[in-house]
């Protein structure tokens, strides 16, 4: 694995009012790695995650993304990494074609390169025949993988990925996954979160947050073992049992 | 520069790809210039009148015709008993009672006549106060014509007039630059709030929040687009103004789109400032609603600012619809100058500078 440290956190925290939502987390992600961010809902993921694109003023701590720094420096984050949000929110109204020409061209992409990425981009995912098709009539599965293409059409090098297979059938989180694995053998570092302890297993290294703090981390068959657990099922539930918040 | 141009095709495509925008883009200037100049309308019309002749002579029945004459009143009924008028009036079939009294022919001819009453039904302040004036000026001038033909006694002595009220004044035009404004502040100013928000309610403003992009930038290309409606917008009410109500500027046209440009930057920046400080739709739609109230009332579109209580008039100095019809009214009636007028171009170019470094400095990319 690849050492250069790409994503660097300390003691990051949130607080909105008198709740902390996101608990003094630290650690490291490298260059290339698909970095599973896992924890039960209202732990505190996209809170942490918001934060690290510029989204999100942390109230204390500090952090690095792609060089820059978390606190003081969101908008140059914005250029080197890509963001897909737990919800679709891609232009309904727009095509396959118009969102992806869109979002190149406001990460700077020249005419040229944004047809040369686009249609390789189109070739990939096959949606060659849904170029001219409104975003809004795709079915999800197809929206998921669309916004994965956009949010990595700017070859960024870190891309945030917050609950990306949510209700996407296994077929396609399959596919999806495929997507994943090719963009981090390119040297583009993946940040996930996800639901799914299948596609935890997946992951090079996984962080499990309870209650806003980060409560292990480490690769998946080193925390089987660390929790004598069968899967990260087990590591999960063994972890997330405890938990004081949740719905 | 080419991140704006890819925004502002953007912005374009999603107004002509909304199935209802387009329309109301072209047929809301088009209906209301045509159709709310005929019915927005203070002059006053249809005044019911009863007549309680005690006189019976030539004199009365001349001015119950007269009064059936008059474009504006219709004789409603004539009787010879004040109760059955008075009746009339309270339910509402009567606006205007005059009584002219006994023997007031015979009493005019040789002496000073008792006189004639009238009374009014005031609930319709303004129907029965206009009402009035014109019945005085038909009576006034059926006595002026008698008068005229045997005149011992002079007119004036036996009604006064206080005549504060031009009929001729078209209304129309004093209307129409009200209604070109209120187009804009619907146009350029619900619907740049509308699309920001929409894009909240969506979520897609978060993937624009987590790009690179200026907030600059993206606000100039939310704003464009009804920068140009407005210009439309701003000519087509110009020409139906003229073809159909034969309103023609008598100054420039251009001191118009001057004034026209400087007010839809103003309208569009104070209400992308309102949108950044909602949520929803709902909450936009509602503080929009609370400020075009006080535009539309208290701006001098509708009523004259002139007047309006003291501390009112003061107040109309921040509202930038106060500059603009001046400017409209003053050029189109008057062929005022945009020198002359460089006080209300300043200031509508001083809130537009405002609005805008508002709505972009609020914008907030991060929370």
């Known amino acids: 694995m690849n050492s250069e440290i790409v994503i660097s956190v300390r003691e990051l925290t949130k607080r909105f009012g008198d709740f902390t939502a996101v608990d003094r987390i630290s650690f490291d992600v490298h260059r290339g790695e698909i970095f599973g961010f896992l924890g039960a809902n209202g732990a505190g993921k996209t809170t942490a995650m918001r934060m690290l694109c510029g989204l999100s003023y942390p109230t204390a701590g500090s952090g690095s993304v792609a060089g820059f720094d978390v606190m003081r420096e969101g908008e140059k984050i914005k250029r080197h990494i890509g963001y897909m949000s737990q919800r679709f929110s ?25 047809e040369e990425r686009a249609s390789a981009l189109l070739k990939r995912l096959n949606f060659e025949a ?10 999800l599965g197809w929206k998921q993988k669309l916004s994965f293409a956009i949010a990595t059409i700017h070859r960024p090098e870190v891309v945030f990925l917050d609950e990306p297979t949510g209700g996407v059938d296994p077929v396609t989180r399959r596919q999806f996954w495929e997507l994943i694995y090719e963009a981090a053998s390119e040297g583009t570092t993946i940040f996930v979160t996800t639901h799914y302890m299948d ?7 996984v962080s499990i947050m309870v209650d806003g703090e ?19 099922d087990e590591v999960f539930r063994t972890l997330a049992r405890g938990a004081q918040r949740g719905e | 520069m080419r991140t704006f141009l890819v925004l502002l095709q953007k912005e374009f495509l999603q107004i002509r790809r909304n199935s209802f925008l387009p329309k109301l883009i072209i047929a809301f200037p088009i209906m209301v210039m045509l159709i709310m100049p005929l019915i927005m309308t203070m002059d006053v019309r249809n005044v019911n009148v009863a007549i309680v002749d005690l006189d019976r002579s030539t004199t009365s029945r001349r001015i119950a015709s007269h009064v059936e004459a008059s474009e504006y009143l219709t004789l409603a009924q004539t009787t010879a008993e004040y109760p059955l008028a008075l009746e009339a009036l309270e339910q509402g079939d009567v606006d205007v009672i005059v009584q002219i009294p006994a023997d007031f022919e015979r009493d005019m001819a040789v002496s000073t006549p008792e006189h004639i009453s009238i009374t009014a039904n005031a609930v319709n302040a303004t129907k ?11 009576i006034v001038r059926t006595l002026g014509e008698i008068g005229g033909e045997r005149a011992p006694v002079k007119v004036s002595e036996l009604i006064t007039v206080e005549n504060r009220y031009n009929p001729t004044l078209n209304y129309r035009h004093y209307m129409i630059p009200a209604l070109m404004i209120i187009l804009f502040i619907l146009i350029c100013g619900f619907l740049p709030a509308l699309s920001i928000v929409g894009e909240k309610e969506s ?23 009804y920068w140009i409606i407005g210009l439309f917008v701003v000519t087509v009410a110009m020409l139906i103004a003229r073809l159909v109500y034969g309103l023609a500027p008598v100054g420039s046209v251009w001191a118009i789109y001057l004034g026209a440009v400087l007010f839809i930057l103003t309208i569009s920046g104070f209400s992308l400032t309102i949108a950044n400080f909602s949520d929803t739709m709902q909450q936009t739609m509602f503080v929009m609603f609370f400020f075009i109230m006080i535009f539309m009332l208290m701006s001098g579109l509708l009523t004259p600012v002139d007047s309006m209580p003291e501390w009112a008039q003061r107040f109309t100095l921040i509202l930038p619809p106060r500059y603009y019809v001046e400017i409209l009214r003053a050029v189109y009636l008057k062929g005022t100058t945009l020198s002359e007028l460089w006080i209300n171009y300043a200031a509508l170019g001083g809130f537009a500078v405002v609005f805008n470094t508002l709505a972009a400095i609020t914008y907030k990319k991060r929370s």
């Not at chain 1, 891609?90 to 061209?105: H, I, K, P, Q, S």
């Not at chain 1, 596609?199 to 290294?205: D, K, N, T, V």
Request: glycine content about 8%; overall charge neutral.
């Open chain 1, 90 to 114: 891609l232009y309904n109204d727009l095509t396959v074609w118009e969102n992806m020409r869109l979002f190149a061209g406001i990460y700077g992409l020249n005419r040229r390169e944004t």
């Open chain 1, 214 to 232: 980060v409560r292990a981390l480490d690769t998946p068959a080193r925390l089987k073992q660390q929790f004598a657990a069968e899967s990260m």
């Open chain 1, 199 to 205: 596609e935890a297993e997946y992951c090079s290294r």
């Open chain 2, 203 to 225: 979520g897609s403003i978060e993937q624009i929040n987590v790009t690179p992009i200026s907030r600059f930038t993206f606000t100039l290309a939310k704003l464009v687009p």
């Open chain 1, 130 to 139: 849904e170029r001219d098709t409104l975003v809004g009539s795709l079915p």
């Open chain 2, 128 to 138: 029965g106060g206009i009402g009035m004036q014109y019945v005085v000026q038909t």
